[in-house]
Each structure stands twice: as structure tokens, then as C-alpha cells.
T-cell receptor, first 110, second 116 residues
Framework: KQEVTQIPAALSVPEGENLVLNCSFT??????LQWFRQDPGKGLTSLLL?????REQTSGRLNASLDKSSGRSTLYIAASQPGDSATYLC?????????FGTGTRLQVFP | GAVVSQHPSRVICKSGTSVKIECRSL??????MFWYRQFPKKSLMLMAT?????????EQGVEKDKFLINHASLTLSTLTVTSAHPEDSSFYIC????????????FGPGTRLTVL
């Protein structure tokens, strides 16, 4: 059974810092991995999708890497801003279902 | 592109009533739609997967007679919470995949259900 874990559960940093959010999964037989952002009381915003054959994806200040063999992905946020404050979820596509991690609550203060 | 909408965004109902939530793909045809629920400060849990014109596949522990799913067209799926009780209060989110979309799921904005 696929299990997805995210570390840390919560993170509070000053504006401008570079951040690394971690995601680990137990079954490496995945189709893809997605990173999402969720603001309080809102739905999900897709940030990055990495296919199983890819090693990383970049979008603006965000960079996500994938190491299938070790069951890990990282989301790197450069030069963090208060507007980045949200919960970040990773999810793995395993047998056509998305299995979500527990999330990292990020707060970036001015 | 790939916008998914949900209606209503928020609903409050009395215990024992039924509530219908709609999920629409606005600018693409959805081959598959998914329904999730999310409790406060918890992650999303998949409830069921539905394909247009066929019965939904429910996850273990999800009562199919309580959470009725209808996927009548390639752009619309509905979730009906029947005889709702306070423990059904939750945030319900749908998602959809599109043909040729590498299984990428596009999520709706969610529906907050409160059962009094």
C-alpha cells in the first residue's frame, strides 16, 4: 500500500529565504508525482507535475525533483515571499489514483 | 485551460436532508472524475472514481448508498450526500483528467458542507 509522507509538517521562515520541502513515498512504481498548493478553505492549485521518466520540473521560483529509486521528491522554493504562505501537498499517481501526503504548512513572514 | 468548477461552494443543511454537489469541467472533456473529502488540517482522501456512463468505483470504507455519484456526461459529475449527518460535514473536492493529459488531475475549488 502506497504511503506518502511530507516533512516538515510546518515551517515558518522570514521572507527571502530559500526553502526545501520534502516528500517521500513507499512504492516507487508511480506514473507521476504532483505538487499542489492549498490556501485555507480553498481547493488545490497544481504547481508542478513530474512524469516518472523525468528528474525535475521548474516553474518560476519553484523547482521539483524526483528520485523514484529512493522514493523521494523535493520542492525547492527560491526567494520566498509572504504570498507563498499556504499548505503544500505532494501526491503520487499510483495505479491511476492520487495518494496525497500529509502536507507542509508554510508561513513566510515579512 | 483545464478549469474545473464546483457548485455550490458552501452549503449548510439540516440533518437528514440530501445535498447534491456538482463538478464540471469547463473547457475540456473529462475522461475520469474523482471525488475527495478533506477534514480540517488533514490531507485529501479519495472517495470514488467515476467514468462517464458507468458506475463509480468506491474506495474501501466509503458507503456507495450514502454518497451517490452520477457521471452523466463528459463534463459533469454529481455527488449526492444522502440523509446527511453532522459527521458528513467536510470539505468535498472533485478533480478531473482529460484525454491525453498524462493522468494529470485538475481540481475544483471545493464545496464546504456543514450539517447541523
Amino acid at each position: 500500500k502506497q504511503e506518502v509522507t511530507q516533512i516538515p509538517a510546518a515551517l515558518s521562515v522570514p521572507e527571502g529565504e530559500n526553502l526545501v520541502l520534502n516528500c517521500s513515498f513507499t512504492d516507487s512504481a508511480i506514473y507521476n508525482l504532483q505538487w499542489f498548493r492549498q490556501d485555507p478553505g480553498k481547493g488545490l492549485t497544481s504547481l508542478l507535475l513530474i512524469q516518472s521518466s523525468q528528474r525535475e520540473q521548474t516553474s518560476g521560483r519553484l523547482n521539483a525533483s524526483l528520485d523514484k529509486s529512493s522514493g523521494r521528491s523535493t520542492l525547492y522554493i527560491a526567494a520566498s515571499q509572504p504570498g507563498d504562505s499556504a499548505t503544500y501537498l505532494c501526491a503520487v499517481d499510483n495505479t491511476d489514483k492520487l495518494i496525497f501526503g500529509t502536507g507542509t504548512r508554510l508561513q513566510v513572514f515579512p | 485551460g483545464a478549469v474545473v468548477s464546483q457548485h455550490p461552494s458552501r452549503v449548510i443543511c439540516k440533518s437528514g436532508t440530501s445535498v447534491k454537489i456538482e463538478c464540471r469541467s469547463l473547457d475540456f472533456q473529462a475522461t475520469t472524475m474523482f471525488w475527495y473529502r478533506q477534514f480540517p488540517k488533514k490531507s485529501l482522501m479519495l472517495m470514488a472514481t467515476s467514468n462517464e456512463g458507468s458506475k463509480a468505483t468506491y474506495e474501501q470504507g466509503v458507503e456507495k448508498d450514502k454518497f451517490l455519484i452520477n457521471h452523466a456526461s463528459l463534463t459533469l459529475s454529481t455527488l449526492t450526500v444522502t440523509s446527511a449527518h453532522p459527521e458528513d460535514s467536510s470539505f468535498y473536492i472533485c478533480s478531473a483528467t482529460r484525454l491525453g493529459g498524462y493522468n494529470e488531475q485538475f481540481f475544483g475549488p471545493g464545496t464546504r458542507l456543514t450539517v447541523l
